[in-house]
């Protein structure tokens, strides 16, 4: 079990590995388009990436782990207030936290974009094994996000759509 202190609220967030709504797997856009078009050998050695051509996507999503370790990063969201830790490379420190901001701002369309995946989806999509390629097809994201440095958009649908809420960076201890 994992825990920590809202650093908005001061309420507890836990983690028990079973899902529960609380973490999210974020993709920068970059990579997740990287990932579902990887193609794979029967020895599950990637061979290519990026393919013009529908190919042999041997590649299963229950090894996604350990094959793309560098191309994710975790959220978990405050049960309490909706306040989003993001959480280092390391999946050990926060490294910034948003909490819900009531005023509607602007998007900036020049900011990084992220698919997220609540763990209770991405439980299903780990578990599957398989093709990568057949995860947009069978599975959902739960969120399309644009960030900058001061502000987090959530889109429930795709970037097009309304965004749903919008986050504000607030200062942490180790800033």
Known sequence: MAGLKCSN????IRYHGIPNGIEYT????ENWNKIISCIYNPDDERIHE?????????????????DFKDDYFEVWVCPHCGTLEV??????????V????????????????YIAFSDCVWEKVTESSIPVSEIPDK????????????????????FESNYSKVYKRIPIATE
């Open 98 to 113: 948003y909490r819900i901001n009531d005023d509607k701002i602007k998007i900036d369309n020049n900011a990084k974009k």
């Open 26 to 29: 974020v993709f920068p856009i």
């Open 50 to 66: 990026e393919w013009p051509v529908p190919g042999p996507y041997l590649y299963r999503t229950d090894t996604i782990w350990e």
């Open 139 to 158: 599975y959902e994201s739960s969120y399309y996000i644009i960030a900058n440095s001061d502000y987090v958009w959530l889109f429930e649908s795709n």
């Open 9 to 12: 609220c001061g309420g507890s």
């Open 87 to 96: 959480f280092d490379d390391s999946g050990v420190h926060v490294k910034a």
